[in-house]
């Protein structure tokens, strides 16, 4: 039994290991792809501190930013060849979802504007969780 638990975790090391240096020779190939861009809201103010996750689609994998002071993001290192989706969250904002979003090895733009959460949409949500 002690074993095939070393086994299996050699086996699961392995992989992640193998996984890690494909990623490497594909970024010092020059594959590494990049995507950035702002997330504002409908008046074009930029929002602070927005979660931006893009799952690969090929791999599973999802990797994730944070939006900085000027509502700026950027996500690195990604498989140009790749399909991607992205969804960005901020509170107070409905998320968004994108389903083919593509980096460049130039730096491809992805602005997203988010639209507030209305005021009725709290109303059924909340009298839900009262309920009622």
Request: charged share 20%.
């Amino acid at each position: 039994m002690r074993r095939t638990t070393q086994w299996a975790a050699t086996v699961a090391a392995l992989i992640l290991v193998s996984a890690g240096v494909a990623h490497g020779q594909a970024l010092a190939q020059g594959k590494g792809g990049t995507i950035g861009g702002e997330i504002m809201d409908r008046r074009g103010k930029p929002l602070v501190a927005a979660h931006v996750d893009l799952l690969d689609n090929t791999t599973g994998v999802e990797v994730s930013a944070m939006t900085d002071a000027n509502g700026n993001y950027v996500l690195s290192g990604l498989a140009i060849d790749h399909d991607y989706a992205m969804t960005v969250r901020c509170i107070g904002f409905l998320p968004q979802r994108r389903h083919a979003v593509a980096p460049s090895a130039h730096g491809a733009m992805d602005d997203v504007t988010l639209d507030p959460i209305s005021d009725a949409h709290r109303t059924v949500v909340g009298d839900v969780r009262r309920g009622q």
